[in-house]
């Protein structure tokens, strides 16, 4: 006969299903973006928001994203918790936001803002295909994965999320870089529509949109 468990038991197995985690499993394939509590990453940040014709604002900060913490959830996922802070200066930080990182049926899921994107799929390889908008309920946004020489032995691969220009109406060029033991080197978003009205159609006169690139300058551990 099966004897039963001690309440006590029980009750720790399932406290155990919501506890953070100190010394997490690292998860094979995750080289091209390594997560371990105490990494971070430093990001150099242009961006640029257009309000209409020759009206828009430009801005230049920097951004650290730490992971702090992660903890398992109930489908027995390691949750790993970002957070990110803001400066102008990289003295003066302030907390902008929390986003979470979980590897999912190999796929690198970045959660921000409520909005799911499968940045990275493993194992990565060239021409490697995926829909970024796999856990969104929205409609297919096909991402690929292409490999690139970086110039030295660390490997380094793209991820090209979007590339269209009509000239018309609209650009959409979208992409991340990732480098072997590294991470996140380098995001690029230039997402703008373009005037459609019959005096400026075809001319390329930005009307809305936001450009944004951010480039790595530091990263490690603490």
């Known amino acids: 006969m099966m004897k039963k468990l001690p309440f006590v038991f029980l009750f720790l197995i399932l406290l155990s299903c919501e506890r953070e985690v100190e010394n997490p ?11 371990l509590i105490g990494n971070f990453w430093v990001y ?13 604002e430009d801005s230049q ?24 802070e803001r400066s102008l200066d990289q003295i003066n930080w302030q907390v902008e936001v929390d986003y979470t990182l979980v590897n999912r049926n190999n796929n690198l899921v970045m ?4 909005q799911p994107i499968v940045i990275l799929a493993f194992p990565p ?11 969104r309920g929205a409609e297919q946004d096909e991402f690929e994965l292409i490999q690139e020489s970086s110039g030295s032995s660390t490997e380094q691969i793209r ?7 009509d000239l018309i109406t609209f650009r959409d060029i979208r992409y991340d870089v990732f480098q072997r033991g590294i991470g996140l ?24 949109g936001r450009f ?3 480039k790595l300058i530091t990263y490690g551990n603490e």
């Open 25 to 35: 499993q690292v998860d094979p394939g995750l080289d091209y973006f390594p997560l």
């Open 44 to 56: 150099e940040v242009s961006e640029r928001m257009y309000f209409g014709e020759n009206d828009f």
């Open 61 to 84: 900060y920097f951004l650290k994203d730490r992971i702090r913490s992660l903890f398992v959830n109930d489908a027995g996922e390691q949750v790993f918790i970002v957070q990110r």
């Open 111 to 114: 959660n921000l803002n409520n």
């Open 125 to 135: 390889k060239e021409g490697l295909t995926w829909n970024g908008n796999l856990y």
């Open 159 to 165: 991820v090209l999320q979007e590339n269209e220009d």
């Open 185 to 208: 080197t380098e995001r690029y978003s230039e997402v703008l529509t373009y005037c459609s009205r019959n005096d400026c159609l075809g001319e390329q006169l930005i009307d809305s």
């Open 212 to 214: 944004l690139n951010m």
